[in-house]
């Protein structure tokens, strides 16, 4: 479990991680803004399953969150706000398939 208090400039890249839970402090919600110049994908998982992410804002990149490489991730209370092409999206070919589970996401522009 890792757990996020205040804004992180990170772009942060999951590769292979299984039952892995990203979240505020209990109460809180935490930013994790784009730290690529230039801006990159924020947060991307690459065949995680088990992913938690919980009471996050993802900001600032080309793509907030990229659940890819059939990872599966359950989302709630997550905003994407300030991404200049996708907020938050699965990627999946016609090998790989990937899920978000019981999202509670919304999306912002501005």
Do not use: H
């Amino acid at each position: 479990m890792i757990t996020v208090q205040g804004t992180c400039k990170e772009n942060v890249f999951l590769f292979y991680f299984q039952r892995l839970t990203i979240q505020a402090v209990n109460g809180q919600t935490a930013v994790i803004e784009n730290a690529a110049n230039p801006a990159a994908i924020v947060l991307q998982a690459f065949g995680c399953r088990g992913l938690v992410l919980l009471n996050l804002v993802i900001q600032g990149g080309t793509v907030g969150l990229l659940v890819n490489q059939s990872s599966e991730a359950v989302i709630q209370n997550v905003v994407s706000r300030d991404n200049s092409s996708d907020g938050i999206g699965p990627k999946s070919t016609r090998r790989w398939e990937s899920r978000i589970v019981n999202p509670s996401i919304t999306a912002e522009t501005g």
